[in-house]
């Protein structure tokens, strides 16, 4: 019996139609051939192909799902260093996945078909059988691919799995070997089926099949991976020129002073509710941490918004820096902790009214829900502060208005109240000195000669970037370098450095030879390196009085 429709092409039931077109050839080895030999739709091997894909689509983005649930439980706030090469291989995978019907059929088909018009005579004039033949047969095989392809999207998003294991993967070694054995046995099964069907349906000898699809998966294979390649090469490449094009859009000083004014909005809101849902006092309104209480900013914020004139836009930049900061500072006093060190020496803190007196009242009172409450609140202005540093910056402030300089000296959120005292400038800053914050922003061949001077930091910034590369709008041009990265991420390591994603990339290049022997036993020991440093950066800044 010919099974050349399809469901909608015939009469009766449907899930009958269906069981007769696309279910009852899966399941007899007999009726797959026959349909193969007496239909005549190109359709129905797609269709019962297809099915497959829309059956397996959800456990495949179920493995990509938990291999992102278990990577960012297990890195932390350094998710984005692995995620970022998960996006450049996951789009390849589905891709090649949600096409290899059609490629299997058609290119693998036609280039076996070709092969057997040169052995055998018999097969000649029939290439929609061969094409039919590869449709089924990789249709059967279909199942068993998807289950290794969500298996592959769980290590691509979880690839630290492939150095201690992980939910799904008991063992790392066993895990890669078995996932490897397993698409070997299905290429062999494949081609095993596929030349078995060819031989039945042309009535040609066996070897001369077997010869004929080997020779056509070879070539599926390296289409296949063609395929993925040039699909995360667009992927990425559409990425990187959507975000140059925003950064372009963004570059105004205009775009950028209303980026800064919606941040800040946005984390005062947030902590106004926190603060009030633990019963703590409402911290400044968004205006006063953006002009620092002085109305002269105030004037240069409306100017910034109407014309975006960059030494107003600056002015503005340096108040709500200044003012966060004195936030910080005044949250880590009411949580009776040292200041954080992390600030950049200008602009200087601007301390909120009345900062000591109402600290020291807020301590010997607080919670536990307040104190939660607070800690969320200084981390939260942590962030943004290094936001504005990193991601939006200065301002051209060559134009700033004359009374600037005045109004920076006289501090009027702290000197509102005479009996706070803001706290002393921090000494400037030496070149040659250890500091994350004076590598981060230097040019590679600073950071070189720092590194061969012996600096820690300036090894781990300049393996870092050699790691990753650099290729970001009005930033330094600096290529992928691996090895030498991870050359100098050990120097910085050996030379007292402690840092918990650069522990998890000596990780990776353990576990992959990236510079270093492939050892998986070293791997999760770095692994485990990184998770001691990032419980022991939980204990930092102990409180003044135990």
């Known amino acids: 019996m010919a099974l050349s429709l399809l469901p909608f092409e015939e009469e009766g039931n449907f899930l009958a139609r269906w069981w007769r077109n696309a279910i009852h050839p899966f399941v007899s080895l007999r009726s797959v051939w026959v349909e193969a030999y007496r239909g005549d739709s190109l359709l129905a091997p797609l269709g019962f192909a297809y099915l497959w894909v829309l059956v397996l689509s959800p456990l495949i983005f179920l493995g990509g799902k938990l291999g992102l649930m278990a990577i960012k439980t297990k890195m932390g706030p350094y998710v984005a260093m692995s995620l970022a090469n998960s996006i450049q291989i996951a789009p390849g995978i589905l891709a090649t996945f949600l096409l290899r019907p059609l490629i299997y059929m058609f290119l693998g088909g036609c280039v076996a078909h070709g092969l057997l018009w040169l052995f055998a005579k018999d097969a000649r004039g029939h290439l929609r059988m061969t094409l039919r033949v590869f449709g089924y047969g990789w249709a059967w095989i279909l199942p068993i691919d998807g289950l290794l392809v969500a298996c592959s999207l769980y290590l691509v998003f979880n690839p630290l799995a492939a150095l201690d294991g992980g939910a799904m993967m008991p063992t790392s070694a066993t895990a890669v070997r078995v996932l490897g054995l397993a698409q070997l046995a299905v290429g062999a099964s494949t081609l095993g089926f596929v030349a078995w069907g060819l031989a039945s349906i042309h009535r040609i000898s066996l070897w001369k099949t077997i010869l004929a699809t080997l020779i056509a998966l070879i070539v599926l294979a390296y289409a296949g991976l063609v395929l993925s390649l040039s699909t995360s090469h667009a992927f990425v490449s559409a990425i990187l020129h959507e975000r140059e094009t925003r950064r372009e859009s963004e570059n105004n000083p205009?775009?950028?002073i209303q980026r800064v004014i919606k941040l800040v909005e946005k984390i005062q809101e947030d902590t106004q509710k926190s603060f009030k849902k633990a019963g703590l006092p409402a911290p400044p309104r968004s205006v006063d941490l953006l002009t620092g209480g002085d109305w002269g900013a105030a004037i240069d914020l409306k100017?910034?918004?109407?014309?975006?004139?960059?030494?107003?836009?600056?002015?503005?930049?340096?108040?709500?820096?200044?003012?966060?900061?004195?936030?910080?500072?005044?949250f880590s006093a009411c949580l009776g902790?040292?200041?954080?060190?992390?600030?950049?020496?200008?602009?200087?803190?601007?301390?909120?009214?009345?900062?000591?007196?109402?600290?020291?009242?807020?301590?010997q009172t607080l919670n536990a829900d307040q104190r939660t409450a607070i800690s969320q609140a200084r981390t939260t202005f942590g962030d943004a502060i290094r936001f504005l540093e990193s991601e939006i910056g200065p301002f051209d402030?060559?134009?700033?208005?004359?009374?600037?300089?005045?109004?920076?000296?006289?501090?009027?959120?702290?000197?509102?109240?005479?009996?706070?005292?803001?706290?002393?400038?921090?000494?400037?800053?030496?070149?040659?000195?250890p500091s994350v914050r004076n590598c981060?922003?230097?040019?590679?061949?600073?950071?070189?000669?720092?590194?061969a001077n012996g600096n820690p930091d300036a090894m781990n910034q300049l393996g870092?970037?050699?790691?990753?590369?650099?290729?970001?709008?009005?930033?330094?041009?600096?290529?992928?370098?691996?090895?030498?990265?991870?050359?100098w991420l050990l120097k910085a390591y050996d030379a007292g450095f402690r840092d918990e994603s650069s522990c998890y990339v000596l990780g990776v290049a353990s576990h992959l030879g990236i510079g270093?022997?492939?050892?998986?036993?070293?791997?999760?020991?770095?692994?485990?390196?990184?998770?001691?440093?990032?419980?022991?950066?939980?204990?930092?800044?102990?409180?003044?009085?135990?």
Not at 306 to 325: H, I, M, N, R, T
């Open 337 to 363: 902790e040292r200041n954080p060190m992390y600030f950049n020496p200008e602009p200087a803190p601007l301390l909120p009214p009345g900062s000591q007196a109402r600290a020291q009242q807020i301590n």
């Open 516 to 546: 270093v022997p492939v050892d998986p036993d070293t791997a999760r020991e770095w692994n485990r390196r990184g998770e001691a440093i990032r419980d022991a950066g939980r204990q930092r800044n102990p409180p003044l009085h135990p």
């Open 303 to 330: 100017q910034a918004l109407e014309s975006g004139f960059a030494p107003s836009c600056q002015v503005v930049y340096d108040q709500a820096l200044a003012a966060l900061k004195g936030q910080v500072i005044h």
């Open 440 to 451: 981060y922003r230097l040019p590679l061949a600073d950071l070189r000669r720092m590194a």
């Open 397 to 433: 402030a060559s134009r700033k208005r004359a009374s600037r300089d005045v109004l920076e000296r006289e501090q009027p959120l702290a000197s509102a109240h005479p009996s706070v005292v803001p706290p002393p400038p921090p000494p400037p800053i030496d070149p040659n000195t």
């Open 464 to 487: 870092t970037r050699l790691y990753f590369g650099q290729n970001e709008t009005g930033k330094e041009f600096i290529p992928v370098t691996q090895v030498e990265g991870v050359k």
């Open 254 to 256: 205009k775009a950028r």
